[in-house]
């Protein structure tokens, strides 16, 4: 546990893996109401230690994102604290109309979707949360997925799995959206924060650099994705074997982070289905 603050903690989940890094950063806000965001998976260790850390202070239990790494161990530390878990939504909840239409193949994001998940309380786009002695607002950050939400307090933001430090993050449609994405890096860059904290790996310190190669980086994937098709129709699984460089576990992430760049392109108009629009559809450049 380490806290680059008095009045923040950080406890690490037991849940390393190449999707999650070395695990779940749970932060624990405040002093005398404590404010949990992302209270990881289930697992009574972790929980126990946020209860313990928490000195029977827990007031409120923040979710950026219904994805079972930080969502899954939120009713159980609901009913050992009675704290309300606040989130945007259910685990389908703001998705795009093109990801909506999306047919079959609803994959979620990598870590798993958490269709059980429901919150006590709503929150939308500018929502302020307080307690005794912090502040947060609720920011709208779909990307990663459609219901995410990041939370600016101060010149911090708890950026969840929008922005990390060590890897770039996985956008699997329909619950992620490349074009929502990239409108969130954007908005993240205008709000100018000091310092991200993300949900997984160590906090950034240089958020304008970060969130600029981040951007970069789809840039040259889009270009590598619209360089492969030139040679004929692909799909998306076919055109991740082409482009990334991988082991053989990574390849279905990998395949989903191509799909959502050939939705994105498919909205601007530069790519199309050969058929449906479904997730192991072949794409022409048009």
Known sequence: MNGPTKDLLRILAPNPSPLTGPGTNTFLLGREQ??????????PGHLAAIREAGRGRISHILVTHAHRDHSAGAPALARMTGAP??????????RSPLMRRLAGGATGGGEGLDLS?????????????????????????????????AFLWGERIFCGDVVMGWSSTII?????????????LDRLAQIGPGRLLPAHGDPIADPPGRLAELAAHRRQRTAQILAALRDGPADAGTLA???????????????????AHLLALTELGAVAPSGDLHPDAEFLIL
Not at 34 to 43: E, L, R, T, Y
Not at 120 to 133: P, Q
Not at 175 to 183: C, H, K, T
Request: hydrophobic content about 40%; aromatic content about 6%.
């Open 34 to 43: 404590v404010a949990v965001i992302d209270p990881g998976p289930d697992d």
């Open 172 to 184: 699997s449609p329909p619950d992620g959206d490349l074009a929502d994405y990239l409108r969130t």
């Open 241 to 259: 074997r082409r482009i990334y460089d991988v082991p053989p576990a990574l390849l279905p992430a990998a395949a989903r982070n191509v799909l």
């Open 117 to 149: 998940f429901a919150p006590d309380i709503a929150l939308r786009d500018g929502d302020v949360v307080e307690g005794s002695d912090w502040r947060l607002t609720a920011l709208h950050t779909p990307g990663h997925s459609g219901g995410h939400l």
């Open 85 to 94: 878990v606040l989130a945007f939504g259910d685990a389908l909840a703001g």
